[in-house]
């Protein structure tokens, strides 16, 4: 009996092996990792509350064990499995939310709740479970976006209704709600104002490297040296000559050219992203196939008409990919620019790691992840759109 149980065990795992290496963190970590953290003010360090110090421990005991029993019954039932994982997500939120308004009012005002490493690991392992068990179902890429979009609708509800205001991170947001808008205007015009000069610069270069290939190694070269430099390094590069260009002409100063602020950068995020845009639009155009252009001239096209109905709607994908690529990547890189006053989310991250905030810090970085996965997920979904389209 115990040889068969094993060999089923065996079985069930090689299905879904993933699935059972986040279950079995799931339970490592309810049990072992505090879920909490209670500290006397925003500055000093918490101390660790464990889950069975909030609920009884036989609870604890029963919500694992239901768990291991669910996965373990209904491995062949995947929407089954990923509606346990959204439910366990959800429901930890809940929960955090619940403890932390509770520990919150019997404490002094100024003390701090907060997740600690247990709860975060717990909703990591939720939503990776849910991300598996989505990838597994065969689903249009839309139907793939709103069924992760649903996924976030109860827990933005609860935060509306105020049921995360016992956190130390809902706290530190009440007490800067200006600042934060204030940061959320200027990452969102770092990012624009990157990606608007980047494309006006790019694309041109770009087509231009593809019809004159002798200059590509050259151009991409230097492209790539740009690319090694350190981000802080560049910004501070730039700090002498556009301080000089901004006092040598005045009208450049008065329209915010400054050796630190929004314009230098501006010009370092364009810089950084001008490579894999480049490459983007060099590679697009490359992947479409002679014999198509060929076809298209010999239909009667001219070559404009070839370029813009045939080569530039089958090199747009490849275009898009890269663009993704690089607006995730100024949307992160927009936060080391707060380091010469350009404010964004940068601004509270810096704030909270001189002051050994944690709240304040993670303030910073939850809604950059946040612009980053929303506009990986957009690309997503237009470039699937245009290739399904080249298809039909």
């Known amino acids: 009996m115990l040889t068969r149980l094993w060999h089923n065990v065996i079985g069930r795992f090689r299905q879904n092996p993933v699935l059972w290496v986040l279950v079995a963190l799931l339970v490592i970590t309810v049990l072992c990792l505090p879920v909490l953290t209670m500290a006397p003010n925003r500055l000093l360090s918490g101390q660790p509350v464990m889950l069975d110090g909030l609920v009884p421990y036989s609870t604890a005991a029963l919500f694992l064990v239901a768990v291991v029993l669910l996965v373990f019954s209904l491995p062949h039932h995947r929407p089954v499995v990923l509606l346990l994982f959204e439910v366990l997500f959800v429901g930890w939120l809940f929960a955090c939310g619940f403890w932390a308004n509770h520990l919150a009012g019997e404490a002094h005002p100024y003390a701090r709740v907060s997740l600690a490493s247990g709860s975060w690991l717990v909703l990591a392992i939720s939503l990776m ?21 649903q996924l976030w609708l109860i827990p933005l509800a609860l935060l509306y209704t105020g049921h995360f205001d016992g956190l130390s991170l809902l706290k530190e947001y009440a007490n800067r709600k200006a600042v934060f808008d204030d940061a959320l205007l200027r990452h969102l015009i770092l990012t624009f104002g990157t990606l608007l000069p980047a494309l006006v610069i790019g694309i041109p270069l770009g087509l231009y490297l593809h019809r004159t290939p002798q200059a590509q190694s050259s151009v991409f070269g230097v492209l790539n040296v740009i690319q090694t430099i350190p981000s802080v390094a560049m910004f501070g590069l730039l700090i002498a000559p556009l301080s000089a260009l901004g006092s040598a002409l005045p009208w450049l100063g008065s329209l915010g050219v400054s050796g630190i602020g929004v314009a230098p ?15 983007g639009v060099v590679a697009g155009l490359e992947q479409v196939p002679q014999a198509v252009k060929e076809s298209a001239q010999g239909n009667g096209m001219t070559p404009w008409q070839c370029f813009v109905q045939v080569e530039v709607p089958l090199a747009l994908p490849v275009l898009l990919r ?17 380091l010469i006053g350009a404010g964004g989310f940068g ?26 996965v929303l506009a990986d997920r957009i690309f997503n979904l237009l470039i699937h759109r245009l290739e399904h389209n080249h298809h039909d």
């Open 265 to 279: 950068a501006i010009i370092a995020l364009v810089l950084y992203a001008l490579l894999p845009l480049v490459r």
């Open 322 to 338: 890269n663009l993704r690529v690089v607006t995730v990547q100024t949307t992160g890189m927009a936060v080391v620019a707060a």
């Open 347 to 372: 601004a509270l991250i810096f704030q909270g790691l001189s002051a050994s905030a944690q709240s304040l810090v993670l303030l910073g970085v939850i809604p950059v992840v946040a612009l980053a």
């Open 129 to 149: 479970g849910f991300s598996e068990s989505a990838r597994t179902l065969s689903m249009k890429p839309a139907l793939r976006a709103i069924l992760y979009l």
